[in-house]
């Protein structure tokens, strides 16, 4: 089995136990440039709030470099607040396989100092 492989079951595993709680989902992609989150309804069919890296606004307030913990951390405190702008305080925090520490951790913290509740 290969390394992704690992994390995309890693992964399924986490989204069935979020769709069996009927919470929103709070959903992390990491690329080696990049961090993205985005929002789901508790459905999982709709997207509530997204941000990400590739942002003009973001990538502006980074100065271009996406793949490190500030840059992580300008995307949780956005998505969070555009989280609560569409109404929602309480997440489950889907991490998509990878594991918790660095710029995902990063992003996470950020997001609850912004007032998002995991």
């Known amino acids: 089995m290969s390394k992704n492989e690992s994390r995309v079951r890693r992964a399924r595993q986490t989204r069935i136990k979020i769709a069996e709680q009927l919470a929103h989902r709070l959903s992390v992609h990491r690329s080696n440039q990049h961090i993205s989150a985005q929002l789901y309804s ?3 069919t709709k997207v509530l709030a997204a941000a990400s890296t590739m942002e003009a606004d973001i990538k502006k307030a980074v100065e271009g470099k996406g793949g490190n913990s ?17 109404g929602v305080t309480e997440v489950a925090f889907d991490r998509s396989g990878f594991r918790y520490h660095g710029r995902v951790k990063a992003l996470a913290d950020a997001a609850r100092e912004a007032g998002l509740k995991f």
Do not use: D, F, N, T
């Not at 500030?70 to 956005?78: H, L, M, P, T």
């Not at 607040?81 to 569409?86: G, I, P, T, V």
């Open 42 to 44: 508790p459905c999982g």
């Open 70 to 86: 500030a840059a992580a951390s300008q995307v949780g405190k956005a998505i969070a607040e555009r989280a609560l702008k569409a």
